[in-house]
Structure formats: structure tokens, C-alpha cells
């Protein structure tokens, strides 16, 4: 996007695919798959267009309609030229075409912050910067 302001460096997207449960593992596979170095799975619950699932009381004797749908965040951090083909590839993994099969968003990292080294960057890394 801002490449030609920044010339050596890489532009660093955040990934938030927000997928059911069930497809967590074709999700996360894909994604890497397509060029993620790697994920964080947050498991999550939420109300949108989805159906929500029947689920049974305590004793077995009772069901009723959950608040919330069980969903998992699954977030990654690429950079700008993998951002397509990721997102491409979790679609692809996780669509049926019902109402509920999730919502992806991309967000500009502006900065980052490495913990054990002390540091920080601005969103943009080095050519040579590799995930760990």
C-alpha cells in the first residue's frame, strides 16, 4: 500500500479471520499454508447471523437455544503482499455458504513491541525479516 514511501522495508497487515469452532484446524492450516509464520487462537463466543446451537441442561432434561455462538479468533501477522492469499485460503477453507461461516478484518500494525528483546519498530520490518 505504502510501499513506495518506505522503499526497503516490508508493511506488516494483522489477519482476524472470526470462524466456528468446527473449522478451526482447516482455517489455521490454510492460513499457513498460504504464508503465515504463524497463529494465536483465541476461542470466543459471540451473537451475529449465525444460528446459535440447541444445548442440553445440566441433567440432560432440558434444551434450550445458547446465548452465544461458540467461534474462534484466529489472528496472524503477514506482511502486505501474503495479506490476499491468506485471506483467500481461509476463506476457502471455511465457506459453505450459511449464514455464520465468519467475517475477516485487516488492520495496519503500526508498531510492535518484542518483549524479550526490549525493543520496538515501527509497522514496517526489514526485507529480510522472517516470523518466528
Known sequence: MFKWLISERIILKRIEAFVPNTKRSAAVDAAIKAGAGGVTISETRGKGAGERPMVGGARGTA???????????????????????????????????????????????????????????????PQDWKPS
Open 63 to 125: 434444551r434450550y437455544i445458547a446465548e452465544y455462538s461458540r467461534t474462534d479468533t484466529i489472528t496472524t501477522i503477514v506482511d502486505d503482499s501474503k495479506v490476499d492469499s491468506v485471506v483467500q485460503a481461509i476463506i476457502e477453507a471455511v465457506h459453505t455458504g450459511s449464514r455464520g461461516d465468519g467475517k475477516i478484518f485487516i488492520t495496519n500494525v503500526e508498531k510492535s513491541y518484542d518483549i524479550s528483546a526490549k525493543t520496538s519498530s515501527s509497522g514496517s520490518m
